[in-house]
């Protein structure tokens, strides 16, 4: 049997796009190598307020209910 080799697996997302108090927003996070299905999680951090992750697709999404910055680390695996 042969198997092919495998890239390491990364996030390729190097940030996300700014989103705006109580304006819809949506961004689907990148991954390279590894082979799909990727499972996505918070590392360290957490998102802004009224905003999700969804671990089977990488999409963070959601209403933001507050302004500021935020700071967090992803994991893909």
């Avoid at 697709?57 to 695996?77: D, F, I, K, N, Q």
Wanted: proline share 5%; aromatic share 4%; no cysteine.
């Amino acid at each position: 049997r042969v198997q092919a080799a495998t890239s390491a697996l990364a996030v390729e997302t190097a940030g996300l796009a700014a989103g705006r108090v109580g304006v819809a927003y949506s961004q689907t996070l990148a991954a390279v190598g590894g082979r799909a299905p990727y499972t996505w999680s918070l590392a360290g951090g957490a998102l802004p307020a009224g905003l999700t992750l969804q671990p089977l697709t990488g999409v963070v999404s959601g209403v933001p209910s507050g302004a500021g910055t935020s700071v967090l680390t992803l994991r893909v695996t």
